[in-house]
């Protein structure tokens, strides 16, 4: 059996019983944490990191899509790309601005090249080299250090285990790729 097959998302019929509580929460809301549904207690210590990673951040929406985004380019996680894509659009990103976040920091915003460059350094040097540390406190202060680490941290995870199931994009998303297509 394939790991697509063995760590399908998991339908409303085989939703697990320790987690009744979260059946109508984000968990069963995205195909990647109906995966993660396969692990009930990861899901559920999942849940207030993700809480904060996603709502209640220090990084501005925008920014923390720029930094989601280049760790999906950097994982070749397609599922999140086009996640972070949608979301993006949702809080008033260009396609063309996100577009740059695919390509070399040289030729984005100035913001947007700093924070893709922590995320390429976190992912390549396995941290943040000291001229980029300080630039990105410049931006949003030592809480949003904390917090960019905390996102690529999150969303690599999340990238190695849509890379390895092969976990199927969501439908909605699929729809929105189809009728507003990403070049």
Wanted: charge should be negative; glycine fraction near 4%; include cysteine.
């Amino acid at each position: 059996m394939t790991p697509d097959k063995i760590f399908a998302p998991l339908i409303e019929e085989k939703w697990p019983d320790e987690l009744s509580d979260m059946k109508d929460t984000f968990a069963n809301k995205l195909n990647i944490y109906r995966t993660m549904a396969h692990h009930p207690n990861l899901l559920r210590a999942w849940a207030n990191l993700r809480d904060h990673v996603v709502v209640n951040s220090a990084l501005k929406q925008q920014q923390s899509e720029v930094v989601i985004l280049r760790v999906g380019i950097n994982l070749e996680a397609d599922y999140e790309w086009k996640h972070h894509v949608s979301r993006a659009r949702a809080c008033g990103m260009s396609d063309l601005r996100i577009s740059s976040i695919r390509y070399q920091i040289k030729d984005m915003a100035k913001e947007d090249a700093i924070f893709a460059k922590s995320v390429d350094e976190l992912m390549d040097q396995k941290k943040m080299l000291t001229h980029t540390l300080e630039s990105v406190i410049a931006l949003v202060g030592k809480k949003g250090v904390l917090d960019i680490i905390a996102t690529v941290g999150f969303y690599s995870t999340l990238g190695f285990m849509l890379n390895s199931f092969d976990t199927p994009l969501d439908d909605n998303i699929a729809a929105e790729m189809t009728d507003q297509p990403f070049n």
